[in-house]
């Protein structure tokens, strides 16, 4: 009995050590052909690319909101909303950092989702966008203000050209280090993967270190 408890303890040792096999590029991830400038020094930079209009970026949200919670603290995340060519994007993206301005982006990120998502509610134009946020205790002068200012503007036009420098081919995708995309339809995968790749780099960045 000892030796058939043996044999299946290391049978499923065996599985479960295939099953964390190393990550390869070219199918769990990309490398990008031109890696990009991390602005958080001396951390591993996680970007996230979205939108509030993709229902796959809804999917993903609690999942990665659970990630989040489990960050190294040698990682750094940061979220970008973009359009990548869709109008009701473009307007989300800059209704995002209009809400970042007026500091509501934090408490009203997951029932934008939700209202977008499961309850159906059109949040495709300013116009929208505007009477949603004053129901949800956004001032609306402010909220209004940053929607259309010059700050908002540049934000989201940085965003886009971000999305075009790393070459995002849709969303939800993400960035690690400034040299490695993770996008595709398993998020529990896409997760798992950028775990890897935060270590990677930091058994690499140590090495240089030595």
């Known amino acids: 009995m000892r030796l058939s ?9 065996g599985l479960f050590s295939s099953s964390q096999a190393s990550i390869v590029a070219g199918h769990d991830y990309e490398v990008l052909s031109t ?12 970007v996230e690319f979205f939108s509030w209009g993709c229902p796959h970026c809804y999917e993903f949200y609690p999942k990665l909101s659970r990630w989040l919670a489990t960050l ?9 909303p973009v359009g990548l060519g869709h109008p009701e994007w473009e307007a989300l ?21 939700e209202d977008i998502h499961k309850n159906h509610v059109w949040l495709y134009d300013e116009a929208s ?7 949800h205790g956004v001032n609306v002068a402010r909220f209004t203000e940053a929607f259309r200012s010059f700050n908002v503007n540049m934000n989201a036009g940085q965003a886009e050209q971000k999305a075009e420098d790393y070459r995002v ?8 280090a400034g040299k490695y995309m993770v996008e ?25 270190r030595n």
């Open 72 to 80: 190294p603290k040698d990682a750094s995340f940061k979220r970008v």
């Open 184 to 208: 595709g339809g398993d998020h529990a995968k896409m997760l798992s993967t950028s775990d890897q790749l935060i270590a990677m780099e930091r058994a690499e960045d140590k090495k240089a």
């Open 129 to 135: 966008i505007t009477a949603w946020v004053g129901k």
């Open 5 to 13: 408890v043996s044999f299946v303890a290391l049978a499923f040792l």
């Open 35 to 46: 890696p990009q400038r991390q602005e958080s020094n001396g951390k591993f930079e996680v």
């Open 169 to 176: 081919p849709g969303v939800p995708a993400l960035t690690i």
């Open 93 to 113: 993206a800059r209704a995002y950092y209009a809400l970042q301005s007026t500091g509501d982006v934090d408490r009203l990120d997951s029932q934008i989702f």
